[in-house]
């Protein structure tokens, strides 16, 4: 079933099967994706507990391949490689599958061209998908294995509305894991035409006997949090303590569809990246209390002063608007903008109208009364990416007002390693959340209809993001480590007399 030139899966067939062999209740095909424990390691043994020689053939090809750096082992930041119009620096997903090596992966998307995603995948290699739940797949499934070698989950979603929207990657390869969060869906479109974000980062394999909290880091307890959130099977993640993920140079920011409250307050949406912006300045000596954000986004929903006035304070690092609440409701919105292409940048792009194809942004959002329309800026391109179509990327800037001279004349955004604890510039976001409520969730507190005596969050999409810390350098400059370049002109301009690209109706 898992082959070259699959079509697309024809769910009620692979239900029925399942049916009939109880294969998606059964544990046997979970228990093909429990990697065994790294052979050929000093603490390795054959089957009669004997250690394997230091000469052994085996054991010395192992532990070569050990003492090969991985690929993105300082992390990598990157555009999707446009297939009409390739430049240097840019990522495809067949850098990242790399799929003569891979043994293992679990992937997330909101959107799947299965014929093509598999296209990709070296036949054999173990593959968990988690997706939205297709309309023929009964209430009750969570997940179904379409063969030995490959599995779907359908994560849950409490909520009335809402969408499975993460882009992620966990790929297990001989000696290093690599996990690759991105903006773009398993769709040719997204990585061939689009122009989307890829955040991409290599962990070195370590012994059990080695493994620990510190070993994991706060990237890899957040990273197994959300996919256990998700429903991965423990199976699928028996072996995620296997890697050292210490070198992360960027913090995991996920949003959980639900009402959060107490303990789980700050653990997502928002509130969880104001968590981590606070960590990451405090680590990095940056000063958030002035700080200017901008968020560029594909989709639009109906935009409140209110919450943008709570997401300003999370992205100064007060998810609970403690320390900045009263300062930013008085600044009127200032510093903040929603960066979301204009009628006039669809239309002069490569596909013209097309290429506004997979954009949202509703007629009755934009002309409600209420909505704010003195922070919606237009997201042009790169005059050195003129020729593409429109971005998918979702990027998130946010600087201290005065390094605003430092970002904007800089097209490319650097990374320090964690080494590197000088003063930032700034910190970036890049991933999956567009700037919507459902995305980045709401408080339910007394600045909302929906005031509660205890403070709660709600949110609707499943989303996942890298949140890292940068500084600005000129184009041309040599850059050591991970970098972006800008893929629009910042700041964004108001609109003037033209509008943004929108959806006619509701």
């Not at 085996?58 to 992390?75: H, L, Q, S, T």
């Not at 990242?96 to 995603?117: F, G, P």
């Not at 009263?326 to 600044?331: H, L």
């Not at 390094?403 to 964690?418: D, E, M, T």
Request: aromatic share 10%; proline share 7%; with cysteine.
């Amino acid at each position: 079933m898992f082959e070259e030139g699959m079509g697309l899966v024809d769910w009620d067939a692979v239900q029925q099967r399942a049916g009939q062999s109880k294969s998606s209740s059964s544990s046997q095909p979970l228990q093909a994706f429990a990697l065994p424990e790294r052979p050929l390691t000093s603490s390795s043994t054959h089957g009669d507990d004997k250690p394997i020689p230091e000469d052994d053939p085996r054991r010395i090809a192992f532990e070569r391949a050990m003492a090969i750096v991985p690929p993105f082992a300082e992390g990598r930041i990157a555009l999707t490689r446009i297939k009409t119009a390739p430049r240097a620096g840019d990522i495809s997903i067949d850098d990242i599958i790399n799929k003569s090596l891979l043994r293992k992966a679990c992937l997330s998307t909101y959107v799947i061209d299965e014929d093509w995603l598999f296209s990709k995948l070296l036949v054999g290699a173990k593959v968990c998908i988690a997706r939205a739940k297709p309309g023929s797949v009964g209430a009750n499934v969570t997940q179904i294995a379409l063969s030995k070698d490959v599995m779907f989950i359908f994560p849950s979603n409490p909520q009335r509305f809402g969408t499975m929207h993460i882009k992620l990657m966990v790929l297990w390869f001989p000696t290093y894991l690599r996990v690759a969060v991105m903006s773009a869906n398993l769709v040719d479109y997204d990585w061939e035409t689009l122009e989307n974000v890829v955040f991409c980062q290599d962990f070195k394999f370590i012994p059990k006997s080695q493994s620990s909290a510190a070993t994991m880091g706060s990237f890899g307890r957040d990273l197994v949090t959300i996919m256990r959130c998700m429903g991965y099977p423990e199976e699928v993640l028996s072996d995620m303590s296997n890697y050292d993920y210490r070198p992360a140079i960027g913090e995991l920011v996920g949003s959980v569809p639900g009402v959060h409250s107490a303990s789980s307050l700050n653990s997502w949406g928002h509130r969880a990246l104001g968590v981590k912006v606070a960590k990451i300045a405090a680590e990095r000596k940056m000063d958030l209390s002035r700080c200017e954000v901008a968020f560029q986004t594909s989709s639009m929903g109906a935009l409140k002063t209110e919450w943008l006035q709570r997401v300003l304070c999370s992205c100064r690092g007060d998810p609970n608007g403690d320390a900045t609440l009263s300062a930013v409701k008085g600044q009127g919105l200032q510093a903040i903008s929603i960066m979301f292409p204009s009628k006039t940048t669809v239309y002069q792009s490569k596909y013209g109208y097309a290429g506004g194809g997979t954009l949202y942004f509703s007629e009755s959002y934009w002309k409600a009364a209420d909505f704010p329309r003195h922070v919606m800026r237009d997201a042009c391109l790169q005059t050195h990416r003129h020729a593409h179509p429109r971005q998918g990327t979702r990027i998130i800037l946010c600087h201290p007002v005065d390094k605003i001279y430092k970002i904007s004349s800089s097209p490319v955004l650097a990374v320090p390693p964690p080494s590197d604890t000088d003063p930032i510039d700034g910190w970036m976001y890049v991933g999956s959340h567009n700037a919507t409520s459902s995305a980045w969730g709401a408080s339910f507190d007394t600045d909302t209809p929906f005031a509660t005596a205890t403070p709660k969050f709600s949110i609707n999409n499943w989303e996942l993001g890298v949140v890292l810390p940068m500084r600005g350098v000129q184009q041309g400059t040599p850059v050591r480590g991970p970098s972006l370049l800008v893929p629009f002109v910042y700041p964004g301009k108001p609109y003037g007399r033209d509008d943004p690209f929108l959806k006619l109706g509701k």
